[in-house]
């Protein structure tokens, strides 16, 4: 008896799970959990033991400019995303448009990210910047080489390294169109983690 041939679906499902794919997200998003989860942690004992969140908030927007701040997280994305967002998201909270600020993040992340791709792109083509980055980034290039566009949605969607995902995409000459429709899914996080976050401080 012929057995039937599997959909495109149940292949990519059986080639995701015998390379790891999904123990290798499950592994992550637990380690990203536990940052997340103590941040929230100390904004939250911080807004009820030692001073109102909306208040220091207040006091950021009021001795730093829009400018600065928005600088310094573009920055940070597109340097291998050293500071948490989760941060610069409790921040727009106390800011006269919340929304509005919370759109020029994930726009500013997503941009740092394309920035990361193009650095990616770029440095391979000095011999021994690549040759560092090779020997450092071995691990993220054979993922991204056997999970392309999946291992940039993960980064842009769960608390994982996006700008290193879209660094090593870069560094494989990743397709560009396919490159920017993964990125995009970047401002999905800061709708769902602002929501989160908004929540918990209210």
């Known amino acids: 008896m012929q057995k039937s041939k599997k959909s495109r679906a149940q292949l990519l499902h059986q080639y995701y799970k015998y390379t790891g794919f999904y123990a290798f997200i499950w592994a992550n998003t637990k380690k990203a959990l536990l940052p997340l989860g103590i941040i929230i942690g100390i904004l939250l ?13 207040l006091y950021v927007t009021q001795n730093y400019s829009d400018f600065s701040i928005f600088s310094l997280f573009f920055v940070s994305e597109s340097i291998l995303g050293l500071l948490p967002p989760d941060i610069f998201i409790a921040w727009t909270k106390g800011t006269e448009s919340p929304l509005l600020y919370l759109s020029l993040l994930a726009v500013l992340s997503f941009l740092g990210g394309v920035i990361s791709y193009y650095k990616g792109r770029t440095l391979l083509l000095v011999p021994k910047i690549n040759d560092y980055l090779e020997g450092k980034m071995t691990k993220h290039i054979r993922n991204m080489q056997k999970w392309g566009g999946f291992l940039i949605a993960v980064g842009a969607l769960l608390p994982l390294p996006f700008a290193i995902a879209c660094l090593a995409a870069g560094m494989i000459k990743f397709p560009q169109r396919q490159f920017y429709i993964f990125a995009s899914l970047r401002v999905f996080r ?8 908004y929540s918990a401080l209210s």
């Open 45 to 57: 004992y911080i807004n009820y033991k030692v001073m109102s969140i909306n208040d220091m908030l």
């Open 190 to 197: 800061f709708v769902i983690y602002g929501y989160a976050i």
